[in-house]
């Protein structure tokens, strides 16, 4: 694994550079919609892959302490053995990436992984999560007291009024604060690409997001309109090879929001690995923030051990 | 299903690597060939033939098996085709608009019923089909079908057209002369190239079944380009229209020369295309088109040259690397080109090419990575003389300027991509280029309401939108004169000296014309002249300049100078200038009657009636400058399609004896209306007029060189025309022997040519009524070529 990205400094000369064609992302998006989607062995591979990299999430006003139980062990037994056993990933440690709640049930999350043994990470969104509009150093309070209950992931939202209005440098300033809070645990950006108007404010986020020491960027929090789509993704993950290149640290990806499918998962690791290529098709540079998703990935993959289709009370629930 | 492969889940799980590509299955188009027997036959007549005694020729699959055989037609079966199709294109003809139309909109549904047979017999034969495309073109067309007689008035079908395809053409660009020609109501014999002979043969089954009239439209097969020849000869054949690379272009033309029949080329095969990437480009998007284009297609249609502005080289490059990085081999047709392919690359290394390969080259197999070669020169071999395999090079250029005219310095002109988000700089590029289809920021995007005239070495005439169906149309005023080509030598044409001038008393006296060169008149540069004789051909009447190559040269440089400031004016000032001739020519009007009196022994009246005829004709024209104009043809996808009409560029003119003026005015004004420079021949035998016209051009207001009048003898002024590359068009009207001559001598590079056998000097242009107003709208789209620009939006 590469180093963290360490940040750069505030280059505005780059941002305003920054070009996006939006028709010719689009069509590169239904281009990579209408590939072939891996079948069979391939296809069980890979959706197993898939499983490796969710952050298998919970943001919802009613979470409580079981609710947030029951999704930790979801996350340490994604598959079931029984489903493994015959593809040989019973002893791979397929486990999800990490879980992922609010603040206040971080404590909880931390609480049931290590009383079940687990050392998976657990991941807060924070600063004023979802709209970030509360004031900055509440955010920061935020950020610092996850941490502080054993949050060894962070994802943060951007200040999407200091985006919209062309503020750069004011946001490339919060964001290192955040990142300082963070300290040792890693920061996922969240760029509520929904409300960020084009393909071209989107790409100048990322740039930002990531010159100010972002281990990941994020698409969005799952609470806008619009949520992860593929365009948006191709041009995040464009950005990512443009970091890349310039200075050599590989930054992460996450979309979030909508991932429903096991289908729409087997398409998004496509899209990943022809826009930043096999480095980047782990969970230390890919996430896939959802709930839902895991259920129909397991489904497919008794179908894949079975021949048959399972009811979804024929799997164990998160 | 369970369990059998299971074991190689965890290696599939750290390697991640996609699916092979399953081969699908054949089945039906496997069962139609059987139904065959392996053995397709003719489609003549609406029927299937199996004619006995034929040679056959085998199609072979991707992995080299015999597929089946299909049979090589002999004069017989072309003789039998060609019979039906005289019989098809009555009946066809015979139908209502609404009744073509409807026979294409059932095609429709029959290749809905049975896409997959085409698709997997395409596959079968390596050739590139997409059943939307096809109902594309086929509901594109059935719509102007339908309104032929509404939107197109008095413009009848030529009658049998050929379509010749050579052999690494596509089923595309073989429909895309196939459907407007019957859509016009014409019948069209297709002669396909190896590929596409099986998806066509089974295309003219499914055809048929919509209740295409028998024999609208035939297929034979045959080995070779020879095929295509053979039916072009045929004398019931009224066009020959021909798709594919050059050599076989070249090949027909020769062999059609003095036939008397139009042949119009499509040279969309091995053209070079550049793709430009500017500094305002979203780079990213570029590099993915860039891929896509080259190394992501099963056939290389074109050659592509990547320029790459200096600035962003590195960021593109870097791209390149990244992108390309584990991009697979491609397959290549065979050892040889891979050999090819090898050499270049180690050439271009050799002089100091960078690299960026996607993996090592295997030693074995006939496949190549894809590769760029930055850092090349227009002057480097791979550049000059494209190679086949997935080899790209990369140029780079310092300013906009630059990149258009790196972009047009090549003999083709088929389509160009580029790649800028600067919506001014997008669209004075996609001016400034010389080709016939623009991509903006996007790539390979074809589509049958898009005009396209290949520029240059690249196509003579149209494909596409409402412009690419006069190629299937005549005027309804006139037919077509066959003629048989005669024994020429074409090494001696026009090389006959000129006859003396045997001193005589009374030459003493004559007047001496001279003629009009880059806006002076002017003696020929051999100072040799020529005696205008009488209309009773005893006395004299004048000497005038006896020009020859020089003077085509020195006209030729005047007016290629001054010919695209003159396309740029607006259309107003040109309707200005032709105003301006138009008042010239009232002023003059006693002179130039006189002459035309003198000249042809018209009487005064008949003369003047004629400059009064030339004058409105001129008006007219003046009022054709800002009516020639383009659209905005609707694709499917969104975005905004543009599409412009061009000047050709220079044309070089040999004018018909009579009328003398009013043919002239009426032959320049299209040229020059449209944009172009013009160098007239005026009739060698009645040269007056137009010698006296030239006071005319000098007192006007047209800038200099855009006119020009060259006397002299015509066969070898025509010689000279024929051999001048700048000269982009030829309009001939002249003696058989001339317009085979042309036609035979005008393939390297191409020219644009309109010929007309004047079988006796004394005849009106071809029996042309100058007089009707409806030969301006031919004689203008004689004289413009189509470009059209894609934009995408979202």
Same mark, same amino acid.
Request: include cysteine.
């Given at each position: ?158 200040? *999407? =009024? ?5 503020? !750069?440098?004011? %946001?490339?300033? #919060? ?6 809070? $963070? ?76 991932? *429903? =499918? ?5 398409? !998004?690791?496509? %899209?990943?690995? #022809? ?6 098709? $782990? ?36 | ?794």
């Amino acid at each position: 694994m590469s180093a963290r990205n360490p940040g750069t400094q505030f280059d505005l000369q780059w941002i305003s550079r920054v070009r996006v064609n939006t028709p010719a992302v689009l069509r590169r998006a239904q281009s990579i919609q209408g590939q072939k989607v891996p079948r069979r062995e391939y296809q069980a591979a890979w959706l197993l892959r898939a499983v490796t990299c969710i952050d298998l999430t919970t943001l919802a006003g009613d979470d409580t302490p079981s609710n947030v139980h029951r999704l930790c062990m979801k996350a340490i037994q994604p598959v079931q053995h029984e489903l493994l056993e015959p593809l040989d990933m019973h002893d791979k440690g397929v486990t999800t990436a990490a879980v992922c709640v609010y603040p206040s049930r971080v404590a909880d999350a931390v609480k049931s992984l290590r009383a079940a043994n687990s050392s998976l990470p657990v991941a807060s969104v924070a600063t004023g999560f979802p709209a970030g509009q509360t004031p900055l150093e509440t955010r920061l309070q935020e950020v610092r007291m996850a941490v502080a209950d054993g949050a060894s992931e962070i994802d943060i939202v951007i200040n *999407r =009024t200091l985006a919209l209005t062309g503020q !750069w440098e004011a %946001l490339y300033d #919060e964001i290192r604060q955040f990142r300082e809070a $963070c300290g040792d645990a890693h920061m996922k950006t969240i760029l509520a690409t929904g409300e960020l108007g084009t393909f071209a404010m989107v790409y100048k986020a990322s740039l930002v997001a990531m010159m100010a020491g972002s281990d990941f960027i994020k698409t969005s929090t799952g609470k806008e309109a619009v949520n992860a789509t593929y365009p948006v993704a191709i041009v995040m993950a464009r950005a990512i090879r443009e970091y890349f290149l310039a200075t050599g640290y590989k930054v992460g990806f996450k979309p979030a929001g909508g991932i *429903r =499918t096991a289908r729409e998962s087997l398409v !998004w690791l496509i %899209l990943i690995k #022809e826009e930043l290529g096999d480095d980047w098709l $782990c969970s230390h540079l890919f996430r896939l923030g959802a709930s839902s998703l895991l259920a129909d990935i397991e489904r497919q993959i008794y179908h894949h051990v079975t021949g048959q289709y399972a009811a979804y009370h024929d799997l164990p629930m998160a | 299903m369970a369990g059998n492969t299971s074991k190689a889940v965890p290696v599939l799980f750290q390697s991640m690597t996609y699916e092979p590509v399953a081969t699908s299955s054949t089945a039906t188009a496997q069962a139609w060939l059987d139904h065959h027997s392996r053995s397709v036959g003719l489609f003549i007549n609406g029927k299937f033939v199996k004619p006995l005694d034929r040679q056959t020729c085998s199609i072979l699959d991707s992995k080299g098996g015999t597929l089946c055989s299909t049979f090589c037609a002999v004069e017989d079966d072309i003789c039998q085709c060609i019979s039906s199709a005289v019989q098809g294109y009555k009946a066809w003809s015979d139908f209502l608009c609404s009744q073509r139309a409807k026979v294409l909109l059932r095609m429709v549904s029959a290749l809905e019923q049975h896409g997959q047979c085409v698709s997997e017999l395409c596959e079968l034969c390596e050739a590139t089909y997409s059943s939307s495309t096809l109902v594309r073109l086929l509901q594109y067309y059935s719509s102007w079908a339908q309104l032929r007689d509404s939107l197109i008035k008095n413009w009848t079908p030529v009658g049998v057209v050929a379509v010749v395809i050579s052999d690494d053409c596509t089923l595309y660009s073989l429909m895309l002369k196939v459907l407007p020609a019957l859509a016009m109501g014409n019948s069209v014999i297709a002669v396909p190239g190896r590929s596409t002979a099986l998806p066509v043969l089974l295309l003219a089954q499914l055809f048929m079944g919509a209740g295409l009239a028998a024999g609208a439209f035939s297929v034979l097969t045959g080995s070779d380009v020879m095929l295509g020849v053979k039916v072009a000869q045929n004398s019931d054949i009224s066009h020959v229209t021909f798709s594919g690379n050059k050599q076989h272009a070249v090949i027909l033309c020769k062999a059609t020369a003095g036939m008397g029949i139009p042949v119009s080329l499509s040279l969309s095969v091995g053209a070079v295309c550049p793709i430009i990437i500017f500094e305002s480009a979203d780079i990213h998007s570029a590099v993915d088109g860039v891929i896509e284009m080259a190394f992501k297609k099963k056939k290389k249609e074109v050659h592509l040259v990547l320029y790459v502005q200096e600035s962003i080289l590195e960021s593109v490059v870097a791209n390149l690397r990244l992108r390309m990085a584990g991009m697979k081999c491609v397959d290549l047709p065979s050892e040889k080109a891979k050999a090819q392919a090898d050499a270049v690359v180690q050439k271009a290394q050799h002089q100091g090419a960078m690299l960026l390969q996607a993996c090592v080259a295997p030693s074995s197999c006939s496949q190549y990575p894809p590769t760029v070669l930055c850092g090349m020169a227009p002057s480097s071999p791979c550049v000059v003389t494209p190679s086949p395999g997935p080899l790209l090079p990369l140029i780079t250029f310092r300013s906009n300027a630059e990149a258009v005219t790196l972009g047009n310095h090549s003999p083709q002109g088929q389509a160009a991509s580029i790649w800028t988000e600067d919506l001014t700089l997008a669209l004075e590029t996609a001016k400034s280029l010389s080709v016939g289809l623009v991509w903006v920021n996007s790539h390979s995007v074809y589509d049958p309401c898009l005009p396209v005239s290949g520029h240059r070495d690249s196509g003579t005439c149209t494909d596409g939108g409402q412009e690419g169906l006069y190629q299937f149309l005549r005027p309804s005023s006139f037919s077509l004169q066959r003629s048989y080509p005669v024994t020429l030598d074409y090494t001696k044409f026009g090389t006959a000296p000129s006859p003396p001038i045997v001193p005589d008393g009374a030459l003493g006296s004559l007047k001496s014309y001279p003629h009009y060169v880059g806006g002076k008149a002017c003696k020929s540069e051999s100072g040799c002249c020529a005696v205008v004789q009488s209309l009773d051909g005893a006395g004299l009447l004048a000497y005038y300049p006896d020009g020859g190559q020089k003077d085509i040269r020195n006209a030729t440089e005047a007016a290629i100078k001054v010919q695209p400031s003159w396309m740029k004016k607006s259309p107003s000032a040109r309707a200005k200038s032709l105003h301006s001739l138009a008042k010239g020519l009232e002023t003059k009007r006693q002179d130039i009657a006189e002459a035309i009196n003198v000249q042809t022994g018209l009487s005064l009246e008949e003369a003047n009636l004629e400059i009064e005829l030339s004058i409105s004709r001129l008006s007219d024209w003046a009022a054709y400058c800002d009516k020639v104009q383009g659209g905005t043809p609707p694709l499917l996808q969104s975005g905004c399609g543009l599409s412009f009409p061009e000047a050709l560029g220079v044309v070089g003119i040999i004018l018909p004896s009579k009328p003398p003026l009013l043919s002239m005015v009426t032959l320049l004004g299209a040229a020059i209306v449209t944009g172009n420079a013009v160098i007239m021949v005026p009739s060698q035998k009645y040269p007056l007029p137009a010698l006296a016209f030239i006071q005319v051009l000098q007192s006007s207001d047209l800038p200099e060189g855009l006119v020009n009048i060259i006397t002299g003898r015509r066969d070898p002024l025509t010689v000279a025309l024929a051999n001048h590359s700048v000269i982009k068009a030829i309009w001939y009207c002249g003696s058989t022997e001339g317009c085979q001559y042309l036609q035979y001598t005008c393939t390297s590079p191409l020219k644009t040519l309109r010929l007309f056998c004047q079988k006796d000097e004394d005849a009106d242009y071809r029996g042309r009524d100058w007089t009707n107003p409806s030969v301006l709208e031919e004689m203008w789209r004689n004289a413009v070529q189509w470009k059209s620009v894609w934009i995408p939006t979202a």
